[in-house]
């Protein structure tokens, strides 16, 4: 919905890494969250981030929030081709349900 | 161990018949969700379910219902078909914890002629 928001696409080559901005509109947050869809399939928990955080590094994903701006991004080292997918950022509301952006499709070639 | 699934995983409708979307899960979560995605909107809540017995209304509930059958199971109904809802639907889960992480099905495609 309008209240998230990302870019709709991302095209990264194989081995760089990747970026995925998303902004919101209410400072209520309380977790936010990055899934990642491949074709045909369900959405797929990456990692979600606390709003009193604001960096959280998994492996090679490094999530950043920035609480004042309502600014969250997903970095992707390394990039690799089974990394294509499309990504939604999430934030969860005051009555625990979930708000989701459009999604950003990441393309990686090689 | 299933997790969430979904059945049927295609359909085609005509306009004003009705159909039910089953979804099961085996993870013993409380809550349970019901999403349509369409491009470029991401998903939109349809309806979830708290706990057994009790439904609420999320953010596009015209034209559907739900049931949630037992803690299992969580129909979604489309009476009456329409066009506008051809989408592809995802029922979630969530155990209700101190963070919603919530764990999606295989999605039902639905075309409504």
């Known amino acids: 919905g309008e209240d998230v928001e990302q870019s709709l696409f991302l095209s990264v080559r194989e081995g760089d890494s990747s970026v995925i901005n998303c902004t919101y509109t209410?400072?209520?947050?309380?977790?936010l969250y990055w899934y990642k869809q491949e074709p045909g399939a369900g959405l797929q928990l990456l990692t979600y981030i606390f709003s009193n955080m604001d960096m959280k590094q998994d492996q090679r994903l490094t999530v950043l929030l920035n609480k004042k701006d309502k600014h969250l991004s997903l970095r992707i080292a390394d990039t690799q081709t089974g990394d294509s997918a499309i990504y939604f950022c999430a934030r969860e509301d005051s009555w625990g349900k979930l708000q989701f952006g459009a999604g950003t499709q990441v393309v990686v070639t090689p | 161990n299933a997790g969430v699934t979904q059945t049927p995983k295609f359909q085609v409708l005509k306009t004003g018949q009705s159909m039910t979307l089953q979804c099961a899960q085996d993870m013993n979560h409380n809550s349970m969700y019901w999403y349509r995605q369409d491009p470029g909107m991401g998903l939109r809540l349809i309806y979830y379910s708290a706990s057994e017995g009790t439904t609420d209304k999320g953010e596009v509930p015209n034209g559907y219902n739900v049931s949630r059958l037992n803690k299992r199971e969580f129909s979604l109904r489309l009476e009456s078909a329409a066009p506008s809802q051809t989408s592809v639907y995802f029922c979630a889960t969530a155990l209700r914890g101190d963070q919603e992480t919530q764990y999606f099905g295989p999605g039902t495609r639905l075309l409504v002629l």
């Open positions: 209410d400072s209520s947050s309380t977790y």
